[in-house]
T-cell receptor, first 113, second 115 residues
Framework: QKEVEQDPGPLSVPEGAIVSLNCTYS??????FMWYRQYSRKGPELLMY????GNKEDGRFTAQVDKSSKYISLFIRDSQPSDSATYLC?????????????FGTGTRLLVSP | NAGVMQNPRHLVRRRGQEARLRCSPM?????VYWYRQLPEEGLKFMVY????????ESGMPKERFSAEFPKEGPSILRIQQVVRGDSAAYFC?????????????FGPGTRLTVT
């Protein structure tokens, strides 16, 4: 079983829709939860991160973490065609040293005009 | 805006040759991470380096792969005697200091093709 599970999609939505992207994980030691956006043939771009449980909002993006369910979500409001990309969740443990990121396989999102 | 830089962007090698991938971290960042992305798979951690030190290489294959981050110059990921299974996208990320290691910023990647 993978440490982080993510539905590969593709997820197709019309422009303006609210998008929900999700990951589940198995390791309760994860404390930091990140969302990256990756356009085709490009490097991942850090969108936002959350420490422990709770919500975090940044513009049209909201990240939620439910540690009791080992479930994290990214919501995108008023989705735009430019949001079409692969969205990767990533997690890391609370170490005193460096933090190795463990990634999901990514969900491909397609927003049609 | 000097982000993480990687070169070359594309690299083609024949089986048995050596591949050298370079990474220059963001300005002010002294922590470098290498990840590999195989087709249809997520990014997998390979190695974490600080200047002149390998801190953790638990994700590196035991043979043929090595990494360095010298005092001067970019970080180098070296793959000796490449095989077809090494074909992948290799990404470098950097962070500014250890306690913010979860904020990793990625370069554009080097796509290695082994023929």
């Amino acid at each position: 079983q993978k440490e982080v599970e993510q539905d590969p999609g593709p997820l197709s939505v019309p422009e303006g829709a609210i998008v929900s992207l999700n990951c589940t994980y198995s390791n309760s030691a994860f404390q930091y939860f990140m969302w990256y956006r990756q356009y085709s043939r490009k490097g991942p771009e850090l969108l936002m991160y959350t420490y422990s449980s709770g919500n975090k909002e940044d513009g049209r993006f909201t990240a939620q973490v439910d540690k009791s369910s080992k479930y994290i979500s990214l919501f995108i409001r008023d989705s735009q065609p430019s949001d079409s990309a692969t969205y990767l969740c990533a997690m890391s443990r609370m170490n005193t040293g460096f933090q190795k990121l463990v990634f999901g396989t990514g969900t491909r999102l397609l927003v049609s005009p | 805006n000097a982000g993480v830089m990687q070169n070359p962007r594309h690299l083609v090698r024949r089986r048995g040759q050596e591949a050298r991938l370079r990474c220059s971290p963001m300005k002010g960042h002294s922590h470098v991470y290498w990840y590999r992305q195989l087709p249809e798979e997520g990014l997998k951690f390979m190695v974490y380096l600080q200047k002149e030190n390998i801190i953790d290489e638990s994700g590196m294959p035991k043979e043929r792969f090595s990494a360095e981050f010298p005092k001067e110059g970019p970080s180098i990921l070296r793959i000796q005697q490449v095989v077809r299974g090494d074909s992948a996208a290799y990404f470098c990320a950097s962070s500014n200091y250890r306690d913010r290691g979860h904020e990793q910023y990625f370069g554009p990647g080097t796509r290695l093709t082994v023929t």
